[in-house]
């Protein structure tokens, strides 16, 4: 049985391809970007074990959310790298009926890309840049792989969304944007649209704990606003610009109105009209893994809506590691007492698992209060039970059982990150297991080998780094509870 070698699942991502998608991030790839966040996944070789029916089985879980567009993404790393693997992954997901992408650079063994791009009905392709000697500079390796399979693309039926992430000082500048037309220029019928990347630096930690030199230290990131306008600018001269903009839309429109205020903690109650009106006032934009929304000592002069994705709101202790306090995921809001008591952020706020954030400004919000005062008391009785977080976490970092911490810890992430499954129950988990362990003020270590114990016990799986299993939760409450 072909395995494959897996660096993490994301389960609902909203921007790896159309609608909602389980995105499998592969481990390994060849080229080594400048710009690279996530060079934990670059090594060759490791990871965790996966097989197709692994895939499947997981996916299968959550069919339900995928709807007409939505479906599987494969990523990295790089897919093409375990070309294997992943070309029998697309073949047994097209045969069940899965929509199914990829999210590429292009390089990978080309004499598979002809089969794999016949099983993929998306591929976001990344470009790097527009001559060898660009790649050679971002990536590393010259660009006669990537032209390989920009070849097989324009002989395939595929739908391609382009991806370019813009350095300052790199490609922030109209020539280049006419350079990455003229490069997409053989395919542009199969494109459905371009997306400029800006670049940030929210990996630059993993290169100081990896060992690895980062070499844009000194780069500052990229403007978000400038980004977009030359993402306008590629857009429109390439003539997907109504294709960008209904995309744009489709985000709003999707995870806003239809589903996420009619559900969220501050406005369910709200009519239908109320509702559109105050949504128009609302300014929606994408969050990335490891993007600081806030930071301690910020101005609180708006509040954040997490409409889709997770953030996790903690603060660095004196002896500099970090303590994280609550996981806000879909329909909670930040910073609604700040904004009341008008104060400074006291806390940071992180995204965690990528997503949509509304934001809505201080003078707007005291305008659309003095109107629906009972949005207020609603404010005021989400902050107490945030209290009674605080209490729980306070009553949890003072135990001194590590055992009780981690089972009242894992009993604690079911509402937020559970799937039921049968008679178990999958945490997804959208941290790392040092994020995990901080939630209880235990070390990785620690934490890992908790978890360890409790999967000897039978009690419950480690499927992946981020996804628990729990087989039996009376037992975690007895535990919990000794
Ligand atoms: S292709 Fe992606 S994973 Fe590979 S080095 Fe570049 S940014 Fe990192």
Redesign the pocket.
Known sequence: MIKGRLHSIQTMGLLDGPGVRTVFFLQG?????I?????D??RIGCGEEITVEDVLNTVKKYRPYYGNEGGVTFS???PLNQPEFLLEALKTLKREGFNTCIDT?G?GPPEYFEEILKYSDTVLL?I?SFSNTGYLEI?GVGNGIFNKFIKTVKNSSVSVIIRH?MVPGYTDNKSSMDKLINYISPIIKQVERVEILPFHKMGEEKYTELGLNYTLTDVPEMDKTRALGFEYYVNRVSGKFKRMEKMKKEVFDQVLVDKWMSESHLFKNLTKDERTNISKLIEFRRMNRGELIFKSFDRADRLFMVCNGKIKIYENTLDGKEQIMYIYSEREFIGGLNLLRDTDYIYNGECIEPGVIGVIRKEVFDTFLKDNPEVLLRILKMSFERIRLAEDMIRRLTTTSTDVKVAALLLKMIPEFGHPSGSSIILHLSMTREELGSLVGLTRETITRKLGELKDQGIIELESNKTIIIHDANKLREISEA
């Not at 710009?35 to 060079?39: A, M, S, V």
């Open positions: 790839c060849p080229l080594r970007c710009y690279c966040h996530n060079p996944s670059q990295g790393g790089e650079s390089f990344d790097k990536a992430v």
